[in-house]
């Protein structure tokens, strides 16, 4: 997959969609492709959050580790981001990402993921809208289980 | 040191200064006969004096002088010539004097020019061996730029002097007496006029020079200060940097130049005024000679003749006269630099010669417990650190010491080591003082390693061999040119008072490290690397570096197995995709396209990088398929790319990092280059642009940078092209490039390059440490681990070691005390640096080291954690500068003293 296939991938990622085309461009230069087989391991719950990836192609799992052992709780398709909240709160990772499938990522160093936001407002807000969004359902899941009890 | 000056070299080098003064009087007999005969020249046959009658001869080589108080002296009758012979022979006799004397001043100037070098030789010598002597309380005070300056420029200008500390006041003294007398014997009148200027300049002189000495002491010692400023700067330019104080240390740095400027200044002003009055006093006398033998003449009273010969015998009069007043503030300046260094390197307490003394043969072991007797240290303030402590270390025990912050156990340890000295009682091995032992004892039987670690400027194995070079232990055999220059140097040293001790002999005592020569050394150093937990570092760096093939031919010689090896091992785990090899008839895609065409390293600088681009022949190589024409216009479109790409980021923005074949500077100039090329054809496109475009393409690696510029017809012309490359190599380039070959180890490449050999895919991002892993296991499973690891230890240090991390530098000063393996191994909180994990770790593998072998070696150990001390058969707990506790580490805990307080 050449550059301009990345970019044409990263358009289609919300978090991007606000982000001019040459940008999207730099973006993609300057972060690392990378492959993984299936079952291989992005990161771990509890490393140092160094980067975040884009899914290229192939799908992932989130695992959250448990007394029962890891639990499944999301999938990643392609065009989704992961891992940016630990870059965000410069926290360790609070799951584990397994590659489900052969899989193609853009992996994103963290200090290059601050500068864009830094320059790009336009990313910067649409960071915050997904965040709020997601928030806005965690509190819906709360207050359901809650309701529920 | 001999305070004085004149003594010192009067004392070391009396019989050669007697011998050239012998040489130097005797060289006046041809210096004085040649004054005599330019009278006799211009008097005899040009005005023909004594020839009156034509066919007059006279008698030559009559050697007869009118002397004050002897009278006439008559040497030789001579032989009677003519007027014209006479003349020649006179010119010959003149030429053949000229000749004499400049043989006399030859053999005089090199012999004084050695005997300046011995001299500085050995004074330079006895400084260092003097600074090897000091107290350790000495070296809290001095900085050590300024005793090098002291050794190294201080003292220079002594070797310049010391040949002419007899000899010149006499050579000239004589010249000028010569001359002078020569003067007086032609005609005492004038002789008085330059006696009287003579006793001006002798006079006036050397007064209006005393400030030149006070000011030259002056300039010493603030040149001296300069240098240890400067010194401390470069030690400590992290705490410069840190606190934002580089402008204060440059405010200080031009105080101090300042100063020096003036000081020198003051002194160049000085010297001119004085060398004016000396010239106008020099002057003053031929003035008179003209004015007054002039008038003499013109009355009769004079002959010409004896003008001439007054005028010209006073021309070598005011050249010795300068010289010897320019000797005499020599003199003064050197003997003031001499005192100012002596006063420095004077030092009471100084440890006598015989606790230094070279000992070849192994000491006996120290069998007597090592104790302190009342001991009490004090720090430079004063304060005490210990006081009045007694207690014993038998040989054998593992003792602990525990201490509070102001416990005092880290002096005891150094009092131990001799670092520290007793302010009153003693530390002993049974009845013998310590202090009193040579050192070839306690530096032998004793080890000690602290966090404070010193490493030499060297490879990794040399400081780790450091602490078993005691004596010289072979005689190293010389033939031919070596064998004479050998013998040369043991006279040169024994001539400068210096020790002839070789230092190319092999000084490493194998005996002590329990080895028995150099071919199982190794064994030994490898189990003291595992035991301080250093091995997987040093085997790192071993990867990383570049073999030195004459030393590590196990590793050249089984390489094609080693890479066979690696590969059935990434097959055999489903990992070939992690590393692409490299092939002689396939293109490389994780590679660059420069490294595909190359297709070697590069071992000198003409294909290296950049270079080669603009290689010519490299270029004909590429016209040949037209290969150049596509690797320009796909560098055209790299260019363009990059531009457009970071064209508008600020140059130091991260992103840069990424772009591997520009950098943020150069983004400017290929902007105009890429504007100036844009239609141009590629025909009209310079030499050098064109290498600069295709220098893009070189590091263009497609999987990386993704620019989809490489196709498969490009791949195979690039394959081509490596091999019409190879194929007409001129002999000038064979040289520069080691070709890869499957078969073949490659020099110029690191270790781990050559056991790749090929390119790990840059998709992978954990691909790195799997594959390090891999070649960890790989090199155990082939025998090669001790090779590699022998590949790193070849690594140099740094200055003071600081291309090793700190914890680094602790482990390897713990190996190295290890290594020796000590009666007593003394370890001052040595592992500070480490996390306590790895402090425990190590613990537990040294003292386990310690009783390897049947071994019992006494331990001491200042620890950073009272929880270690439970590893020990005696721990001994300090606090406020007492010895407080006592025992086991049971027993301890059982009491309820400070041990229990600091454990929980």
């Known amino acids: 997959m050449l550059l301009k296939d990345e970019v044409g991938m990263l358009q289609r990622v919300p978090l991007f969609s606000g982000i001019e085309p040459t940008k999207l461009k730099l973006l993609a230069f300057t972060s690392d492709r990378v492959s993984y087989s299936a079952g291989q391991i992005l990161f771990r719950q509890g490393d140092e959050g160094d980067a975040a990836y884009v899914i290229l192609s192939g799908t992932a799992d989130i695992l959250v580790d448990s007394d029962s052992g890891p639990i499944k709780v999301a999938e990643l398709a392609p065009n989704s981001i992961v891992g940016e909240i630990a870059i965000l709160c410069n926290s360790t990772r609070t799951a584990t990402v397994k590659a489900a499938c052969p899989l193609e990522a853009l992996r994103i160093r963290k200090d290059h993921f601050l500068r864009l936001m830094k320059e790009f407002p336009e990313m910067t807000i649409e960071m915050v809208r997904v965040l709020a969004d997601r928030l806005n359902h965690t509190t819906a899941d709360l207050i359901d289980a809650r309701s529920a009890k | ?904």
């Open chain 2, 1 to 904: 040191m001999e305070p004085s000056l004149a003594r010192y070299i009067w004392t070391h080098t009396k019989r050669q200064q007697v011998w050239i003064l012998l040489i130097v009087v005797l060289s006046m007999i041809p210096y004085f006969l040649s004054f005599d005969l330019p009278k006799l020249i211009v008097n005899g046959p040009i005005q023909g004096r004594g020839f009156e009658q034509p066919g007059a001869t006279r008698p030559f080589m009559k050697l007869h002088y009118d002397l004050p108080f002897i009278g006439e002296v008559q040497f030789f009758s001579g032989f009677q010539l003519d007027r014209t012979a006479t003349l020649f022979a006179l010119s010959v006799v003149f030429l053949l004097l000229v000749i004499i004397n400049g043989l006399f001043k030859l053999y005089i100037n090199t012999y004084k020019g050695r005997l300046g070098e011995r001299m500085l030789r050995r004074i330079r010598f006895d400084l260092v061996d003097r600074v090897l002597r000091f107290p350790p309380v000495y070296f809290k005070r001095v900085k050590s730029a300024e005793v090098a300056t002291m050794v190294k420029d201080e003292v220079e200008p002594l070797g310049g002097f010391i040949g002419d500390a007899f000899v010149q006041p006499v050579l000239l003294g004589g010249q000028a007496l010569t001359a002078m007398l020569f003067i007086m014997v032609q005609n005492l009148w004038l002789g008085m006029i330059a006696v009287v200027i003579v006793v001006i300049q002798i006079v006036l002189i050397p007064r209006m020079r005393r400030r030149l000495i006070v000011l030259g002491r002056e300039r010493q010692l603030t040149a001296r200060a300069l240098s240890g400023r400067v010194g401390e700067i470069v030690d400590g330019i992290g705490a410069v940097h840190v606190h934002d104080t580089s402008n204060y240390e440059r405010a200080d740095i031009a105080a101090r130049l300042g100063h020096i400027f003036k000081i020198r200044f003051d002194l160049y002003q000085w010297k001119f005024m004085v060398k004016f009055l000396n010239n106008i006093l020099a002057q003053l006398t031929p003035f008179l000679f003209y004015m007054i033998g002039g008038y003499l003449v013109i009355q009769g009273r004079l002959d010409v003749g004896q003008l001439v010969a007054v005028i010209s015998a006073y021309k070598d009069l005011p050249g010795p006269m300068k010289e010897l007043i320019d000797w005499d503030q020599a003199r003064q300046d050197v003997q003031v630099k001499y005192q100012q260094v002596v006063e420095q390197f004077t030092v009471v307490d100084l440890i006598a010669p015989r606790i230094g003394a070279l000992t070849i043969d192994d000491p006996d072991p120290m069998t007597n417990p090592l104790s302190a007797i009342s001991l009490s240290i004090a720090d430079d303030g004063g304060a005490m650190l210990l006081d009045r402590i007694s207690f014993q270390v038998k040989p054998g025990e593992t003792v602990a010491l525990v201490s509070t912050a102001t416990g005092g156990a880290e002096a005891l340890a150094e009092a131990f080591a001799r670092l520290n000295w007793p302010h009153s009682g003693r530390v002993a091995s049974g009845a013998d003082d310590l202090l009193e032992l040579p050192e070839a004892v306690t530096g032998r039987r004793i080890s000690y390693a602290s966090s404070d670690v010193f490493l030499f400027q060297a490879s990794l194995r040399d400081n780790l061999l450091y602490g078993l070079k005691h004596a010289p232990l072979t005689s190293v055999p010389y033939d031919g040119a070596a064998a004479d220059q050998h013998r040369w140097n043991i006279h040169e040293a024994r001539r400068s008072g210096n020790p002839d001790l070789d230092i190319h002999s092999d000084w490493i005592s194998y005996a002590s490290a329990g080895a028995t020569g150099p071919h199982d050394l190794f064994e030994a150093v490898r189990r003291v690397l595992d035991a301080v937990v250093l091995s997987r570092d040093i085997l790192d760096l071993g990867l990383r570096s570049s073999a030195d093939l004459t030393r590590h031919t196990e590793l050249a010689r089984r390489i094609v197995e080693l890479r066979a090896a690696l590969r059935t091992r990434l097959e055999h785990e489903g990992l070939s995709g992690l590393v692409v090899p490299f092939e002689p008839g396939a293109y490389n895609k994780e590679a660059t396209i420069g490294q595909n065409l190359l297709f070697g390293a590069a071992a000198g600088p003409e294909l290296a990088d950049r270079a080669l681009a603009a290689n010519p022949y490299f270029a004909s190589v590429l016209r040949q398929d037209g290969l150049d024409r596509t690797l320009y216009e796909m560098g055209m479109e790299i260019a363009r790319q990059a531009i457009e790409l970071f064209a508008d980021l600020p140059p130091d923005h991260q992103f840069f990092q990424q772009l591997a074949f520009m950098s943020a500077e150069e983004i400017p100039a290929y902007e105009t280059l890429l504007q100036r090329l844009k239609n141009r054809p590629y025909e009209a496109v310079s030499e050098n642009d064109r290498a600069m475009i295709v220098t893009l393409s070189f590091a263009y690696i497609e999987p990386r940078h993704r620019f989809g510029l490489l196709s498969d017809e490009l791949m195979s012309k690039i394959v081509a092209a490596r091999n019409r490359f190879y194929e007409n190599l001129p002999p000038e380039l064979q040289n520069a490039v080691e070709r890869y070959d499957p078969a073949k180890y490659i020099a110029a490449a690191t270790v781990m390059d050559n056991v790749l050999f090929g390119r790990v895919g840059n998709n992978h991002p954990d691909a790195p440490d799997r594959i390090r892993s891999i070649v960890y296991d790989i090199l155990d499973e082939l025998g090669l681990y001790a090779e590699v690891l022998d590949v790193g230890l070849d690594f140099n240090v740094g200055s003071g070691g600081r291309r090793l991390t700190g914890g680094q530098r602790q482990k390897l000063d713990v190996a190295r005390a290890l290594l020796k393996r000590p009666d007593f191994l003394i370890l001052n909180r040595p592992l500070s640096a480490l996390d306590q994990r790895m402090q425990d770790k190590v613990l537990r593998n040294v003292l386990e080291e310690a009783r390897r072998d049947g071994h019992s070696q006494a331990i001491v150990w200042v620890v950073t954690n009272p929880a270690m001390a439970m590893m020990f058969d005696r721990v001994i707990v300090f606090d406020s500068g007492q010895l407080v506790e006592d025992g086991t580490h049971e027993t301890l805990l059982a009491g309820n003293g400070i041990f229990k307080e600091l454990v929980s």
